[in-house]
């Protein structure tokens, strides 16, 4: 058992999806806005360091191209509040994730034998799935305001309405929803990017998991003893 767990914990995508766990939950469990955009800005800036160190050394040059921007565009917002360092700093983001997305689904599927590293980075990717969807939509509305329709117990609750970040709670809420197609019904898409951001990220989520389940069962398959 310590051997299993040494292995899981040695893995290429243990750290990073832990990172992306800790975002996750400094984005949407820290009430104080202050605290919580802190904690984001840093969980984020952990996350960047350990995706350079997660992916292979083909990707690792580009990887870094990406990280470093990213990651001077989302601290440049602590030092102002003008409009062309968030629609950077948002851009970089989505970006960056869709990326590393990318660069982990590739990983994962080609992967030669089902380990218990595939199934950590299998569900890295979906955090990784539901997390740039997030970044997506925060920069959607910041570029069409009214995209989204809030109920008002949800935005009085989720403070709707103040200047918020790429890994803005609400929208991270929405876009984890809508990837597991639990439609609560209480954030409505109205424009007509909203809506069809929508359905594409509700088709991803399925289709990735049921892309996924049949590669590891071939996977498995393939490599079971014959009779």
Known sequence: MSVRVARVLGGRFTVL???????????TTIESRDVRDFAVGLAFSVLLVFAILSVGRRVRIVTVTFAVPTLLAHWLLWHGELAAYRYIDFALTSAFLAFLTLVIIVAVFNDQAVTADTIVGAVCAYFLIGLTWGTVYALLVIVSPDSL?????????SGWGDAFTPFTPLLLYYSFTTLATLGY????PLSAGARNLSVLEGLTGQLYLAVLVARLVGIHTARAPRA
């Open 17 to 27: 999806t832990l990172s992306l766990v800790l975002l996750s939950m400094a984005g």
């Open 149 to 157: 329709s809030v109920s008002p117990a949800l935005a009085r609750a």
């Open 185 to 188: 019904g209480d954030v409505t």
